[in-house]
């Protein structure tokens, strides 16, 4: 069985440039999640989808940082302008349902300059 | 409110050494999950265990175990006699009943050499 897929995998950009990360789900897989990994720091969630809906966005910080699950399968997280402290890894994971185990991806590193 | 504390940042022990990392969470709810995961240096997280806030057995896969004890809070893992794969950093991490988000601690860099 495929994993989660995500890409890229690396991405370097300046300030207030904008960036965009993929990620595909393991097939059949209802919830998606994108988490935020701070060097030092433990995943944050940022949003949960279940198939296209969003079940929760609370720390997504929506002035710059905005996603979608069109179809409910892949999902694509956005942010523009990108800060500096936007400077982490961004983890997509997967589960079959809600409150099941949850599956992660390899991440995107991204480093903003 | 939630949290999860994985006070020891690193540890680093030599090959076929024992080893415990410990963890310690707060909630106020009676049901809750904790887990834990490893983070090798490829990045993905990968699922080590989860055990249920009724369920304080102790558990043992192959090398690894996980003391549960309830009245202090906390959800140890002990890692038998260590490999150089071992290293990685090891996430601890609580989720509440009816809701799907982990929370992490800040994790512990276990780093074990030949």
């Known amino acids: 069985e495929a994993g989660v897929a995500q890409s890229p995998r690396y991405k370097i950009i300046e300030k207030r440039q904008s960036v965009a990360f993929w990620c595909n789900p393991i097939?059949?897989?209802?919830?998606l999640y994108w988490y935020q990994q701070i060097l030092g720091q433990g995943p944050k969630l940022l949003i949960q989808?279940?198939?296209?809906?969003?079940?929760?966005d609370s720390q997504l910080p929506k002035d710059r940082f905005s996603a979608e699950r069109l179809k409910g399968v892949d999902s694509t997280l956005k942010i523009q302008p990108a800060k500096l402290e936007d400077s982490a890894v961004y983890l997509c994971?997967?589960?079959?349902?809600?409150?099941?185990?949850?599956?992660f991806g390899p991440g995107t590193r991204l480093t903003v300059l | 409110a939630q949290k999860v504390t994985q006070a020891q940042t690193e540890i680093s022990v030599v090959e076929k050494e024992d080893v415990t990392l410990d963890c310690v969470y707060e909630?106020?709810?009676?049901?809750?999950?904790l887990f834990w995961y490893k983070q090798p240096p490829s990045g993905e997280l990968v699922f080590l265990i989860r055990?249920?806030?009724?369920?304080?057995q102790n558990e043992i896969s192959g090398r690894y175990s996980w003391n549960f004890q309830k009245s202090t809070s906390s959800f140890n893992f002990t890692i038998t006699a260590s490999q150089v794969v071992d290293s990685a950093v090891y996430f601890c991490a609580l989720r509440v009943y009816n809701t799907d988000k982990l929370i992490f601690g800040t994790g512990t860099r276990l780093q074990v050499f030949p």
């Open positions: 097939s059949g897989h209802a919830t």
């Open positions: 989808f279940q198939n296209n809906g969003v079940v929760d």
């Open positions: 909630t106020r709810d009676t049901t809750y999950y």
């Open positions: 994971a997967s589960s079959l349902g809600s409150s099941v185990e949850q599956f």
């Open positions: 055990r249920n806030s009724f369920d304080e």
